[in-house]
């Protein structure tokens, strides 16, 4: 997955608190195969009203999502994360993020900033008041930036490393590739073959 260390781009505001992942990306999308395709239907039933954030000119191309508390609440599709990423978001701040999408998240590249409530607020009503304000999230600093306002984020030092890194779960594993195939040397011969399992003779 691509690494996250620096993202500047336009802060949208999405002042909504419990947006669950049926309205970020609604099920009658979820047929594709691909992680791809899904960011033209992103928050599809809400950018029916042409007074929606994403419908309006000055947030075109944003690319950091400001919002309520517990985003990504709901079911645990993994799809709400890839629309995010395909419309071209790159990280969401918000006081608080279900369990589930926010591992969905480090998983995909796409950065859950966690911010006290005031904090959110004050980038939120900024964003509001200028329409289009650029706005940074550091991950190697652990800050963000937007305006006046500098704010400083934690989070868990492997979560950091891993988004870093560009590590899926796939690129985790393959970090012990040394021992696995070590391991695999020493098994003994009357023990299944693994990597030949379901083929035929």
């Known amino acids: ?23 970020i990306i609604p099920k009658q999308f979820l047929k594709r195969i691909e992680r791809t395709g899904y960011g033209e239907f992103l928050f599809n039933d809400w950018r029916r009203d042409r007074s929606f954030v994403l419908n309006q000119q000055e947030y075109a191309g944003g690319t950091v999502l400001v919002t309520g508390r517990n985003f990504g609440c709901g079911s645990s599709r993994e799809h709400a994360v890839w629309a995010l990423a395909d419309y071209g978001i790159r990280a969401v701040i918000s006081e608080s993020f279900a369990d ?9 590249g796409l950065l859950p900033v966690k911010l006290p409530e005031h904090e959110v607020r004050a980038l ?6 200028q329409p289009g304000i ?3 999230v550091d991950l190697e600093a652990q800050t963000v930036t937007c305006g006046d306002l ?3 984020f934690k989070m868990d030092p492997f979560e950091r490393r891993r988004l870093l890194e560009g590590l899926d779960d796939i690129g985790l594993t393959l970090e012990h590739e040394a021992e696995i195939t070590a391991f695999e040397a020493r098994r003994p011969a009357w023990m299944p073959d693994l990597a030949r399992a ?3 003779s």
Do not use: H
Not at 5 to 10: A, D, K, L, Q
């Open 134 to 136: 650029p706005i940074a």
């Open 100 to 108: 589930i999408y926010r591992s969905n998240a480090l998983g995909s």
């Open 1 to 23: 997955m691509k690494p996250f260390r620096r993202e500047e781009g336009v802060l949208i505001p999405l002042d909504r608190s419990d947006v669950d992942t049926d309205q």
């Open 124 to 129: 939120m009503d900024l964003a509001n008041e």
């Open 198 to 200: 379901g083929t035929v």
């Open 150 to 152: 500098r704010f400083a």
